[in-house]
């Protein structure tokens, strides 16, 4: 199955849930695939559907009109092979990068919060 064939378009943010609270977050391409920036592959990727959803419910985040959907795949495909940060380049940034979009300051706060437990406490994700 492609993310088409659930009804998602080209450029919307769709979300899959981890962990409490969390969510991990992609890009729908006009193939049906997923891009995402992943810490578990490493950085920017593309996916099928299925692997990005990886067995859990995908939701809808936002939804962009055709034009602005087609400039933010090009911008994510561009960025595919970039690296991944837990505080400057997670998986929210790079969808609101892709779409034109500044990081907002609860991403910005909740990213250096968890950056600094990592730190005091160990890595434990």
Known sequence: MTARSYGFEPGDVVAIPFGIGLSH??????????????????????????????????????????????????????????????????????TRWSHRQKPTSVQRASATLRTLGDMVFGYRR
């Open 25 to 94: 977050y992609g890009i729908v391409t006009a193939s049906g695939t997923v891009i995402s920036n992943s810490r578990k592959h490493g950085g920017v990727v593309e996916q099928s559907f299925t692997e990005f959803a990886a067995g859990r419910r995908v939701r809808l985040c936002e939804r962009a009109d055709a034009l602005n959907g087609a400039a933010a795949v090009s911008r994510a495909r561009r960025a595919k092979g970039r690296s991944y940060s837990l505080t400057d380049s997670n998986c929210a940034h790079f």
